[in-house]
């Protein structure tokens, strides 16, 4: 049997295989490429002018106020919630799990029909808010806080769960044995230690509820000024005036990066990271 | 106020049954092996744990009775974890303002106890750090300045220096005793170190399989070991058996012959390790009357001397000489011959 030539060893063990080479590139491309393309046709000459356009700060206006909104109202019941999962033994508590966590894989649209259902003027509850209070929620900025939170709010509750559940119980005994009450353990130990994850989970819920579409246009409709918010001004401009769109694309994309600048002790150094967030982080 | 505790917890198959009472200022130390219920029992005091049946009183205030007791945040128990479970976010200062903060105190005024808690605890200057900066022997004194700030009616200690490295444990163990000594609230020490039990404890409860198996002062329980895992505890050989005409047959096998004999009958045989000697070959014309062959199965170092784990009929502690380790060649797999004289062997009555 021959044996094999030599080679130079240098380093050849780190050398990547091109079965996995090629795709990687072919992926990073398929990703990059179009926001590169975005950024390269992006009217740059015209942009003041055409942001500057009455119903665009109006949509990023609707679009910040709605999607801060939708991640109070999902930090106020969703953190409560994360812990009850985290903590508590509830009968059907999988099921229960599973139901909350159901807008995460169903589509947003399907969200806003239920929505619809449930609190529309004909809905399931909508119609005896209607009936005894005279309010109706469709179509209404309301609407699509409610669709955001809908959509969104699982993103904050799984990952405050699950640093929960991660979570040593040990501290919240020892803060029992201090006298501490349920609820300031909660406040003074709980929530402290989680704090990392806690932090991920609300950028990741905003970010979420910034980008909705298909919930909102669904319950909350397309109405400038009250509901049209920004990825549903994007597809309506984008066949009236590409050149607005485009630019409307933009901001998205920039406020996309400020996010992910503000994720990115989380998620640029993912491999480097130590066992720093487990402990709560002592920085 | 005294401490009461008759009760019973269920963990599973798991059964703790325990009635002890600790009076204030008493230290009682709480020993056992591995499982026996030790911190199952803190845990229970603590209000960690519920109980099944029975009390748990500090003076006149119940604790617990039955299914029916007070949460832990309200019981003024105050528990010194084994992993100490300072909290990482906060600061040592504000770890031991924590307590104070729970009931009620306010930020500053709560802040100054603490502060005056560490001057006590002669870690006054660690009050800025945060756990993570902080040594075993002293993340161990702010637990228990933590622990002592809320200036709890009972103070129980689960393995304090268990977490601890071998220097470390000296230093703290005599720091502690002196700390603990200061105290006049019950405290219960639950330990494996049978130096701490002895040196750290007014009196001793052995817990075994969930039961108490013996209490009593540590000198009494070193001198009279109850069952097997105490002597091994104290560093003693104990052997169960029968006197009689012909020495203490030994139930686990062999037979000791012992000077002075309680009668006949049901006895325990103790014998210290330094009391053994060991030989190559069978010692002739011995004035030992006790002489047997063994192996030697383990060997570890205790200080200036070698502890033999020989086993033979019967197993046997041997502390002997490192040089006489080397004179003699010892090693796990060597066989010897042991030797103890009638008169180093205690019977007393089971």
């Known amino acids: 049997m021959a044996s094999p030539a030599l080679r130079e060893v240098g380093r050849s063990r780190d050398r990547t295989p091109l079965v996995l080479a090629i795709p990687a590139v072919v992926a990073t491309l398929f990703l990059v490429l179009p926001l590169v393309s975005l950024v390269v046709r992006s009217p740059w000459r015209d942009l003041g002018s055409l942001l500057q356009e009455a119903e665009v700060g109006q949509a990023l206006r609707l679009s910040l106020l709605t999607a801060t909104s939708a991640t109070a109202v999902a930090l106020v019941l969703g953190v409560p919630l994360a812990w009850v999962l985290a903590r508590r033994r509830l009968p059907g508590h999988s099921l229960l799990r599973a139901l909350v966590t159901l807008p995460l894989v169903m589509p947003p649209v399907v969200g806003g029909v239920a929505l619809l259902y449930a609190f529309g003027r004909v809905g399931l509850v909508g119609r005896y808010l209607d009936l005894w209070f005279g309010i109706t929620i469709p179509f209404t900025t309301f609407a699509v806080v409610m669709a955001e939170a809908f959509v969104a709010m699982p993103f904050l509750i799984i990952t405050v769960e699950g640093a929960l559940r991660a979570a040593d119980q040990g501290y919240d005994e020892a803060a029992a044995t201090l006298g501490a009450s349920r609820l300031r353990t909660f406040w003074t130990v709980t929530l402290p230690l989680v704090r990392p994850s806690l932090l991920a989970g609300t950028v990741l819920c905003w970010a979420r509820a910034l980008g909705e579409f298909g919930a909102t246009i669904t319950f909350a409709g397309s109405f400038a000024g009250s509901t049209r918010t920004m990825p549903i001004a994007i597809y309506l401009t984008m066949v009236d005036d590409p ?18 600048l503000l994720l990115r002790e989380r998620w640029w150094y993912a491999g480097d990271r130590t066992s720093d967030t487990a402990s709560g982080g002592s920085r | ?4 505790v008759a009760a019973v917890v269920r963990r599973g198959e798991f059964v703790l049954d325990v009635a002890l009472g600790v009076a204030p200022g008493e230290r009682l130390g709480v020993v056992g092996p591995n499982g026996s219920g030790k911190s199952t029992l803190l845990r229970a005091i603590a209000g960690l744990v519920p109980i099944g049946s029975g009390s748990i ?20 128990v105050a528990l010194v974890f084994q992993d100490h479970r300072l909290f990482p976010h906060l600061t040592v200062l504000d770890n031991v303002a924590y307590g104070p903060r729970a009931a009620g105190v306010r930020r500053r005024p709560a802040r100054a106890a603490a502060q005056e808690w ?86 001793l409860v052995v817990l075994e399989q969930g039961r108490v198996v013996q209490t009593g002062t540590p000198a009494e329980i070193a001198s009279r070991p109850a069952t097997p895992y105490v002597a091994r505890l104290m560093g003693l050989n104990l052997y169960a058996g029968n006197a009689g005409p012909d020495g203490v047959v030994l139930s686990g096998g062999g037979r000791l012959d012992v000077a002075d004999r309680p009668g006949t009958g049901a006895v325990l045989v103790s014998l210290r390790p330094s009391a053994i ?74």
């Open chain 2, 57 to 76: 009183r500090s003076g006149s205030r119940l604790l617990a009775e039955g299914s029916r007791a007070i949460p832990a945040e309200e019981r003024r």
């Open chain 2, 277 to 350: 000697t060991v030989h190559l070959a069978r010692p002739e014309g011995a004035s030992h009357r006790n002489v047997w062959p063994a192996t030697v199965d383990r060997m570890e170092v205790l200080g200036d001397r070698v502890r033999l784990h020989v086993t033979g009929e019967p197993d046997a502690l041997v502390d002997v000489t490192p040089a006489s380790v080397a004179e003699l060649g010892l090693a796990p797999g060597v066989r010897v011959w042991l030797s103890a004289k009638a008169t180093e062997a205690t019977a007393y009555a089971r």
């Open chain 2, 1 to 4: 106020m005294t401490l009461d």
């Open chain 2, 118 to 203: 560490l001057g006590r605890l002669d870690i006054a200057d660690l009050a800025g750090r945060r756990p993570a900066q902080l040594s075993g022997g002293q993340s161990q004194r702010v637990a228990l300045a933590r622990a002592l700030a809320q200036e709890p009616e009972v103070l129980l200690l689960d393995e304090p220096t268990a977490a601890l490295d071998a220097d470390a444990r000296i230093s703290v163990r005599a720091e502690l005793g002196r700390h603990l000594a200061g105290l006049s609230i019950p405290t219960i020490l639950v330990t494996h170190d049978p130096v701490e039990a002895l040196v750290m404890t007014d009196r």
């Open chain 1, 243 to 260: 050149r607005a769109g485009t630019a409307l694309a933009l901001v998205m994309l920039i406020v996309s990066v400020a996010v992910l």
